[in-house]
């Protein structure tokens, strides 16, 4: 991670938060590393975070809600995280949630605490997790609403979008249609927050008839999350200003979800409802675009989806469900199973022209170790001819021809190496290929669950 600041002066705060300047010299200050997601989520980021983690100061959440799962081995111990950032697992660190991330108070609280059972790696968790105020709460209501929106497309669609249920679409709409409720809302005055708080309630009430929402009840349990909250919630743009500006820190940026979920550039309407690209960490933080430095993908040496949509490279025969049960593909919230397939590249280039990666983190290279040979999705065609994008629209991309390139497997268990020379040469020349065909250097190679199975590169 680059902690390095490119000027020596830096600025002043000074008469009130007013800024200081020296006409000569821009000061950038401290840059933020990125972890993304390059395919459909599920890719292993949180293992990558975790190593970058180990000498982070700072490690940050931009977008998504408790929709999200990320599993960490440490010690044999598995922490999984869905809102806190799980580089939190380091006592060091400092965790903050970003204006952009939706917040579930009772799922926050509960994934903290079933996590604290589990190891010494949440220890002072409160006292290291800071949240913006400016971020939005989802409520139990919108998780209802949620189940009911689900209902209905299954019922006049004859197809659901295969959501998580835990409201984060409902929220983010509440966020669009300038009807939420923020963190700075619930910790200033209740009084006021209990008024919106009922007017948004009786709006969904109004929407879904169905929906029962115990008004009094739920903020009565709000106005005790309040109290516990509220010494984590500060001004997130001024503590990211802070942290960049100030004395040299290495600060990590934990995306969830992944680019084939982007609400933008996904795979629409089967997506999330955030920017999940590093367009996000900007809005989902506050920091302008010099901030950023290293953007590392996060690519399975396969390909997974949970739920429906279009899925070019997917294999529902043998190749498929053994890709599932040697992966252990089962969605981190949700338990879904997850449809399998080969790597496709395609995809691949197109969350690079997004991300601009600068290094991928390659995992799961384990899973392939009992194939004679691999797949890998190299050209799409439609009606006979190649195209040289990613198709925008649902009904184009589940007509693709998928062109593919054969490569030897190596019939050997990776799971005990631990360095690139150790790998079986045919593992090396996958590896190579994956690089070559897509012009990014793979800076990790994963071959198994632990923090000690990644392989770094340079």
């Known amino acids: 991670m680059s902690s390095d600041s490119t000027a020596t002066i830096e600025p002043s705060i000074t008469n009130g938060g007013s800024f200081c300047s020296n006409s000569h010299r821009y000061y950038v200050g401290n840059k933020v590393t990125v972890v993304l997601g390059a395919q459909w989520g599920d ?16 490690v940050c959440r931009c977008q998504g809600g408790n929709n999200a799962g990320h599993t960490v081995v440490v010690d044999s111990v598995e922490y999984d995280f869905h809102l806190l950032p799980s580089g939190i697992i380091n006592p060091r660190v400092i965790a903050f949630i970003g204006n952009g991330v939706v917040i579930h108070l009772p799922g926050l609280f509960e994934e903290a605490e079933k996590n604290l059972k589990k190891g010494k790696g949440l220890t002072d ?50 966020k669009a249609a300038r009807s939420g409720v923020r963190m700075c809302d619930l910790v200033s005055d209740f009084t006021e927050f209990s008024q919106r708080f009922k007017v948004l309630a009786n709006q969904y009430k109004s929407m879904y008839p169905t929906l029962e929402i115990d008004v009094d009840g739920e903020l009565k349990r709000l106005k005790e999350y309040a109290e516990r909250v509220k010494p984590m919630v500060k001004d997130g743009v001024y503590f990211i200003y802070e942290a960049l500006h100030g004395p040299p820190k290495k600060i990590l940026v934990e995306g969830a979800n992944a680019a084939l979920l982007d609400i933008d550039f996904g795979t629409y309407p089967f997506v999330t409802s955030s920017n999940c690209t590093v367009g996000g960490v900007c809005t989902g933080l506050g920091i302008p675009p010099q901030s950023v430095g290293e953007v590392y993908g996060v690519v399975k040496a396969y390909t997974t989806r949970v739920g429906i949509g279009a899925f070019p490279t997917e294999q529902n025969n043998e190749i ?139």
């Open 43 to 58: 890719e292993g980021k949180g293992k990558v975070v975790d190593l970058l983690a180990q000498d982070a100061d700072i």
């Open 125 to 174: 968790w409160e006292k290291r997790l800071t949240i913006s105020d400016r971020a939005h709460i989802v409520f139990d209501f919108h998780q209802a609403a949620d189940g009911i929106q689900e209902k209905q497309r299954e019922e006049q669609a004859g197809k659901n979008l295969g959501t998580t249920k835990k409201g984060i679409g409902p929220v983010y709409s509440s």
């Open 320 to 458: 498929g469900e053994m890709l599932q049960t040697r992966g252990y593909e089962f969605g981190v919230t949700t338990g879904r199973k997850r449809r399998c397939g080969w790597l496709d590249l395609v995809l691949l280039r197109y969350a690079h022209m997004i991300n601009g990666f600068t290094a991928l983190a390659l995992t799961k290279l384990d899973i392939l170790d009992l194939f004679s040979e691999i797949k890998v999705g190299v050209s799409y065609r439609i009606d006979g001819k190649t195209i040289p994008h990613f198709p925008a629209n649902q009904e184009v991309l589940n007509r693709v021809e998928v062109e593919y390139e054969t490569l030897p497997g190596w019939n050997t268990d990776t799971s005990n190496v631990r360095t690139f020379d150790e790998l079986p040469e045919n593992a090396k020349k996958y590896v190579r290929y994956i690089e070559e065909a897509l012009c990014i250097p793979i800076k990790w190679i994963g071959v198994g669950k632990s923090r000690e199975s990644m392989i770094q590169l340079f």
